[in-house]
Nanobody
Framework: QVQLVESGGGLVQAGGSLRLACAVS????????MGWFRQAPGKEREFVAW????????RYADSVKGRFTISRDNAKSTVYLQMNSLKFEDTAVYYC????????????WGQGTQVTVSS
């Protein structure tokens, strides 16, 4: 069983920064591709960022490109999301998710961490 636990959310002023972390249990974290998603009130969950198992390839939603950075530390079984120049519209619950099967679906999800950006 793979478990994901997010941390690092909170309240920040617009223009500020936060770093989210997602600690992953599982013997083969280094083989998982990882993603971050978010869901704002009244909206559907949306893709934010993705990182390959070896950290070489990253992808971002257009709305966060240039402001957010996804990274990972396989020795710590943790994936990060550095969020800079935060905007009010970044307010959401942020979830990390793991692709463990080698397919494009996400097999495991965390419980989410709230990020609130005040304008």
């Amino acid at each position: 069983q793979v478990q994901l636990v997010e941390s690092g959310g909170g309240l920040v002023q617009a223009g500020g920064s936060l770093r989210l972390a997602c600690a992953v249990s599982g013997r083969t974290f280094s083989s998982y591709n990882m993603g971050w998603f978010r869901q704002a009130p009244g909206k559907e969950r949306e893709f934010v960022a993705w990182i390959s198992w070896n950290g070489i390839i990253t992808r971002y939603a257009d709305s966060v490109k240039g402001r957010f950075t996804i990274s990972r530390d396989n020795a710590k079984s943790t994936v990060y999301l550095q969020m800079n120049s935060l905007k009010f519209e970044d307010t959401a619950v942020y979830y990390c998710a793991a692709q463990t099967s080698g397919l494009q679906r996400y097999d495991y999800w965390g419980q989410g961490t709230q990020v609130t950006v005040s304008s």
